[in-house]
């Protein structure tokens, strides 16, 4: 049992998938995983263990921002020595070749965020963990996904002065989307010795505002994809 984690010894699988959203982690629980056992309320931040394809593996959630996921995330390896992790959640695209309900994996992230002023002689790059990557990219492939490979932007700012132009600025740079966490997730997972993934679905083009009308069931099968692909990307090897 940890500070935020209210889990006993044992009931936390070594291959966490996690989405930021609690309720999203409830659904994940309830409709891919065999026997899932609630492991966490504390804060709300739900957690589950269960079995996909016969091996365990625990959904947990990590909340909004930075300083959340690398709460849970240390707790998690440090207390509960996971091993492996998968991020999955949602992006905003700023580039125009990029299509609502897309699939991205980060490759690295770069960030506005301040998480990563440790004494150090330079700017640490957090990054993907090539062995995860490439079990996505297998997995993607064996399932028919298209999969969009690149680095993206972790932002500290959801709201934005002239948001287009800002957009505008990181890609030309190659960032692929802007998320929330990614930075946290790499950076940890780099200082703890463990291994790092984020699968992104684009929800949103500053390019394609007309798309932003999909019904909620047009984007939960977009959802699904990713999740599924998460799943099959850590029970895999």
């Known amino acids: 049992m940890s500070t935020h984690i209210s889990a006993q010894p044992g ?3 070594p291959k966490v998938l996690m989405p930021g959203d609690p309720l999203r982690a409830k659904y994940i629980a309830e409709k891919f995983l065999a026997d899932p056992v609630c492991i966490n309320e504390i804060r ?3 957690g589950y263990t269960g079995r996909y394809k016969d091996q365990p593996v625990t959904v947990m959630a990590s909340g909004m921002g930075t300083p959340s996921l690398m709460i849970y995330m240390t ?3 440090r207390d509960y020595k996971v091993r492996e992790f998968v991020r999955i959640g949602t992006c905003g695209a700023v580039r125009e070749s990029l299509k609502v309900n897309d699939l991205i994996l980060s490759t690295a992230t770069s960030t506005t965020s301040g998480i990563n002023l440790y004494d150090l002689p330079g700017t640490f790059a957090p990054a993907a963990d090539f062995d995860l990557s490439r ?3 297998e997995q993607a492939k064996k399932a028919g996904l298209a999969l969009h490979t690149g680095t993206t932007l972790c932002n500290d700012h959801f709201y934005v002065e002239d948001k287009p132009a800002y957009s505008r600025k990181w890609e030309k740079w190659g960032i692929l989307a802007s998320e929330q966490e990614g930075a946290g997730l790499y950076s940890v997972a780099a200082r703890e010795g463990v ?3 984020m699968l992104l679905t684009v929800v949103a083009n500053l390019y394609h505002p007309e798309e932003d009308v999909l019904t909620a069931q047009e984007r939960e099968r977009g959802l699904d994809r990713m999740i ?3 799943l099959d990307t850590l029970v895999s090897e």
């Open 44 to 46: 709300g931040m739900y």
């Open 195 to 197: 291994k790092a993934l």
């Open 228 to 230: 599924l692909l998460g």
């Open 11 to 13: 009931q936390i699988a």
């Open 75 to 77: 707790e998690l390896c």
């Open 135 to 137: 079990r996505a990219w």
